[in-house]
């Protein structure tokens, strides 16, 4: 892979070049684009009678359009989909507005507020999948207790066994787990822009909205961008605390399936449906291909009409 | 009075926002913390206290450690824990040391192909590598290391390179070049270059990078699930998983199991805070 320039016969073989390149490269390429390209590749064969053969397209066409596949397929889709429209409806607006709290000028404890409000994004996902769990749980009743005690204690349910609520619960925990990646992000950016901006607007007679919408916005969009591009990546590859808290049927009758669990009940088994090595990679390809398009959508419109406002 | 709040700090109006923003960050703070702590001081509780006054503080009638002793008596903690501690020290390690040697590397001298790896490396920043499970799962076990700690370091070492190559490159990048050049003016290897004047300036940098690559390494369900399911080597996320999906219904133990998993990252997060947050908005991952 590296050519080192042979032209130059003054120069000996750049063999530092291959010591300090060489190990990174060979465990990446081993074990993360080989792996993918693998996938992908795979994704186009199919096991009949123990061989493998190549099949095209069809395992695609299999997930998107037979009974016994498209059904769950879209399932996973489109609950991904709301998954994603929560976090980006919910989690980023709070993360933005805590973020532009934080940052008002000379605020008592901003450090303090920053560390504790970050802190359950630092614990793994099962724990807080269990923790929800538990909080949530009508057996323990804490939550019902909650919201007895200021009145909305008829509104309770167990959110998370309900076809109709388990998702959005679910997608609430995340929420809850993550708005910390958000404020941060955006926090540094806002502490980045410089006095001398705000103060000019101030001077020129803008109230503090004023200065937030058309001075401060169009200067954190990049990061609001990043940000949500980053939630979207993450929201297609989620697995974790659909698992921890509903298994891998993500249960009730699928109500919490994303395609992580999608992906793995595939390419695992699950009760009597075998599991498959190339069904598991098309769906494998196909997360890959939603996850390429989201971020190529990034690169290409949203980061260039960004540009505008940057200096 | 737009004009003048800024010279008037102490003015009625402005004490009343600061009132408000104080009172939505607390607010939020409790939200962010109240789940944690109910777990935490109902895991020191019996069973009967739980269920009784589940927002009490323990106290010496109701105090326990019952579940501990549970937790710790069915289930090998200190194996979990110990074999976390590996994977994650081990792979952080070398995600440093090889992508530091990679980002000099890519920076500093220019070869063909340089740019093909630069755009390699980082595809991997946006591309999740648990996409090519299937393939790392058929590979794991074609090499015998399938329920092995060394599978689990391995794809960890290829998940963390591509945010430590791209981080330590922008970081390379403001070194002056001056340094170098002395240092090869006097017929200094490049090796040595690298490991005695590039790798000491490079630490702040490393140690923003070994932030970002440890904990997703320490929180991880997916590779210990697929690749190293066995009980000898369970890391603790896997461990605590498959002991509350046990003993669902212990609650006693479940919270002490969801405790144990706790308590040990708040108290290095609480240590490194300051390092995290300042790495975090330092720009490193703009």
């Known amino acids: 892979m590296i050519q080192p320039k042979h032209q130059d016969e003054k120069k000996p073989f750049p063999w530092h070049l291959i010591v300090f390149l060489t190990p990174a490269l060979l465990i990446y390429g081993t074990f993360s684009v080989y792996p993918l390209l693998d996938t992908l590749f795979l994704s186009l064969f199919g096991t009949q009678q123990g061989q493998s053969t190549f099949v095209g397209l069809q395992n695609f066409i299999t997930l998107v359009t037979d009974d016994n596949w ?37 605020l ?26 538990l909080l949530l749980s009508p057996i323990w009743g804490i939550s019902e207790n909650f919201l007895y005690s200021i009145g909305l204690g008829h509104y309770f349910d ?130 890959f291909l939603i996850i390429l398009v989201g971020v190529m959508l990034f690169l290409f419109f949203i980061q260039r009409r960004i540009q505008r406002f940057q200096f | 009075m737009t004009f003048l709040k800024g010279f008037l700090p102490s003015s009625p109006r402005h004490v009343s926002k600061s009132v408000t923003v104080h009172a939505i960050l607390l607010a939020y703070t409790v939200i962010a913390l109240f789940p944690i702590i109910i777990v935490i001081i109902n895991a020191f509780k019996t069973r009967k206290a739980i269920f009784k006054d589940p927002l009490g503080l323990p106290d010496s009638d109701s105090f326990t450690l019952a579940g501990f002793q549970e937790v710790l008596l069915r289930s090998d903690f200190g194996l979990y824990s110990w074999n976390s501690l590996v994977v994650t020290l081990i792979a952080v390690g070398l995600v440093l040391l090889l992508g530091a040697m990679a980002a000099w590397a890519l920076t500093e001298y220019k070869f063909r192909g340089n740019f093909i790896i630069t755009f390699l490396f980082a595809m991997g920043i946006m591309i999740p590598i648990r996409l090519g499970t299937v393939s790392i799962l058929s590979l794991m076990v074609e090499l015998n290391l399938a329920n092995t700690l060394t599978a689990l370091v391995l794809v960890y070492i290829a998940q963390g390179l591509p945010l430590a190559v791209y981080i330590l490159s922008e970081f390379v990048r403001t070194i002056p070049k001056e340094l170098t050049e002395a240092a090869r003016c006097d017929a200094v290897s490049e090796y040595k270059i690298f490991f005695c004047i590039i790798l000491p300036l490079l630490k702040p940098a490393m140690a923003t990078v070994a932030v970002f690559t440890m904990i997703p390494i320490w929180n991880d369900l997916w590779f210990p699930l697929i690749l190293a399911p066995g009980e000898d080597t369970r890391t603790i996320t896997l461990g605590v998983q498959q002991f509350v999906g046990q003993y669902v219904t212990n609650w006693n133990s479940v919270l002490s199991a969801l405790t144990l998993a706790i308590v040990p990252v708040l108290i290095l997060y609480t240590i490194f805070s300051r390092q995290l947050i300042r790495g975090l908005t330092s720009g490193a991952v703009k």
Do not use: C
Request: no cysteine; aromatic share 14%.
């Open chain 1, 70 to 106: 498209s059904q769950a397929f879209w399932n996973a889709l489109i609950n991904n989909f709301k998954f994603f429209a929560i976090h980006m409806l919910i989690q980023n607006p709070i993360g933005l507005l805590l973020a532009v709290l934080l940052s008002s000028p000379k």
């Open chain 1, 108 to 133: 008592r404890l901003s450090g303090t507020y920053r560390t504790l409000i970050f802190m359950p994004t630092m614990l793994s996902v099962v724990i807080i999948g269990f923790v929800w769990q």
């Open chain 1, 158 to 287: 167990a959110w998370l066994g309900k076809e109709g609520s388990a998702l959005i619960t679910l997608s609430f925990i995340s929420v809850w787990q993550f708005v910390g990646i958000p404020m941060m992000l955006i926090y540094a950016t806002l502490l980045n822009i410089p006095d001398d901006i705000v103060d000019a607007g101030v001077v020129d007679g803008a109230n503090p909205l004023q200065t937030f919408w058309y001075i401060k916005l169009p200067l954190i969009l990049p990061t609001i961008a990043m940000v949500s591009i980053l939630t979207f990546v993450a929201n297609f590859n989620a697995f974790e605390l659909i698992y921890a808290v509903k298994g891998a049927l993500a249960g009730p009758n699928f109500s919490t399936d994303l395609m992580g669990t999608f992906f793995y009940r595939t390419f695992f088994g699950f009760q009597l449906q075998q599991g498959s090595a190339s069904m598991g990679a098309a769906v494998a390809t196909l997360m």
